[in-house]
């Protein structure tokens, strides 16, 4: 199996870092990418070989990765997360928390909550559940190869009446 | 028609990419903040929340001169507060404006939508249930 793990772009994520760990040890076979965001601690990765972690990858290289991974799990940003729903690639969630210093705000919670309504992207908010999710790919998600058709038909009803309103503002 | 689309880097920004896509403008001339992390705008603000008023404040004139300078007839934004402020630059300066509420408020509009409700030609939501009066429901990105 072929597992993206991404922090985004902005800031370091410790608990999404533990997740890679936890599967990296239980999982020596698969192949694990990690972005780890600005500032985070690489060290703790030298030891399995079967991680390749990062702060950033160029954006070439995230597309190469994002491209082959069966299952994507990030943190509740919304570049991302529409990203994984119009490419159908199964993915899961784990918002930053703001209690937790993980960002300033709540805001992630709220994108993945409103994401998760509409769309079967399990959203989860401690390390050891997600772990445990990402370690049966039985389970993983599926119906998100619909999303892409879905997302067209929901924004050509938004296309028309967008155009609509700037004619008549 | 000249449009003047607006968003904070981010998820904001993100979204209104994908809106931009969708509209049928003969011109569109892109607002943003964080200028170092992107080029894709003409033009930047200072990011500030909504609860830093004094720092949007302080940006008016900007604001301003950045709708003058662009020769939009319509101001369109999907947030956040930078959003705001050039709504009512563009208000102020008589244009139509349009807020685009984010598909990540499903309970209850944002504070800078709600805020927008009071001068804005008009307020979306991505939320059927949170249309109203005053608010509006025309379709969703996602």
Same mark, same amino acid.
């Given at each position: 199996?072929?597992?993206?793990?991404?922090?985004?772009?902005?800031?370091?994520?410790?608990?999404?870092?533990? @997740? @890679?760990?936890? @599967?990296?040890?239980?999982?020596?076979?698969? &192949?694990?990418?990690?972005?780890?965001?600005?500032?985070?601690?690489?060290?703790?990765?030298?030891?399995?070989?079967?991680?390749?972690?990062?702060?950033?990858?160029?954006?070439?290289?995230?597309?190469?990765?994002?491209? $082959?991974?069966? %299952?994507?799990?990030?943190?509740?940003?919304?570049?991302?997360?529409?990203?994984?729903?119009?490419?159908?690639?199964?993915?899961?969630?784990?918002?930053?928390?703001?209690?937790?210093?993980?960002?300033?705000?709540?805001?992630?919670?709220?994108?993945?909550? &409103?994401?998760?309504?509409?769309?079967?992207?399990?959203?989860?908010?401690?390390?050891?559940?997600? &772990?445990? $999710?990402?370690?049966?790919?039985?389970?993983?998600?599926?119906?998100?190869?619909?999303?892409?058709?879905?997302?067209?038909?929901?924004?050509?009803?938004?296309?028309?009446?967008?155009?609509?309103?700037?004619?008549? %503002? | 028609?000249?449009?003047?689309? !607006?968003?904070?880097?981010?998820? #904001? =920004?993100?979204?209104?990419?994908?809106?931009?896509?969708?509209? /049928?403008?003969?011109?569109?001339?892109?607002?943003?903040? /964080?200028?170092?992390? #992107? #080029?894709?705008?003409?033009?930047? +603000?200072?990011?500030?929340?909504?609860?830093?008023? =004094?720092?949007? !404040?302080?940006?008016?004139?900007?604001?301003? *001169?950045? !709708?003058?300078?662009?020769?939009? /007839?319509?101001?369109?934004?999907?947030?956040?507060?930078?959003?705001?402020?050039?709504?009512?630059?563009?208000?102020?300066?008589?244009?139509?404006? !349009? =807020?685009? /509420?984010?598909?990540?408020?499903?309970? *209850? +509009?944002?504070?800078?939508?709600?805020?927008?409700?009071?001068?804005?030609?008009?307020?979306?939501?991505? =939320?059927?249930?949170?249309?109203?009066?005053?608010? #509006?429901?025309?379709?969703?990105?996602?």
């Amino acid at each position: 199996m072929k597992v993206m793990f991404t922090a985004g772009t902005q800031f370091a994520f410790p608990r999404m870092a533990e @997740v @890679v760990q936890g @599967v990296a040890r239980l999982q020596p076979e698969w &192949a694990l990418v990690f972005q780890a965001g600005p500032g985070a601690t690489l060290e703790t990765f030298t030891e399995f070989s079967n991680v390749q972690a990062a702060e950033l990858f160029t954006a070439d290289r995230f597309q190469e990765f994002f491209d $082959a991974a069966d %299952l994507v799990v990030t943190h509740a940003g919304m570049g991302n997360i529409i990203a994984c729903l119009e490419h159908g690639k199964p993915c899961m969630l784990l918002p930053r928390q703001a209690r937790l210093g993980e960002h300033r705000n709540d805001h992630q919670i709220d994108t993945a909550r &409103a994401i998760t309504q509409r769309y079967p992207v399990p959203v989860f908010n401690d390390t050891a559940s997600l &772990a445990a $999710a990402v370690l049966a790919p039985a389970n993983w998600p599926v119906g998100l190869k619909d999303a892409p058709s879905q997302m067209v038909t929901a924004r050509a009803e938004f296309t028309k009446g967008l155009n609509q309103l700037l004619q008549v %503002l | 028609m000249k449009l003047l689309c !607006v968003a904070s880097f981010g998820g #904001h =920004w993100v979204q209104l990419k994908r809106l931009a896509t969708l509209l /049928d403008a003969e011109e569109l001339t892109f607002v943003s903040t /964080d200028a170092g992390q #992107h #080029h894709g705008a003409a033009y930047y +603000l200072e990011d500030f929340s909504i609860r830093e008023l =004094w720092r949007g !404040v302080r940006q008016l004139p900007r604001a301003l *001169r950045i !709708v003058r300078r662009s020769g939009a /007839d319509v101001v369109l934004s999907t947030g956040a507060a930078p959003g705001l402020l050039m709504l009512f630059a563009g208000f102020v300066l008589g244009k139509k404006t !349009v =807020w685009v /509420d984010s598909i990540a408020n499903s309970k *209850r +509009l944002s504070l800078s939508g709600r805020a927008a409700g009071f001068f804005a030609s008009r307020v979306l939501t991505q =939320w059927p249930e949170l249309a109203g009066s005053r608010v #509006h429901y025309l379709g969703r990105l996602l």
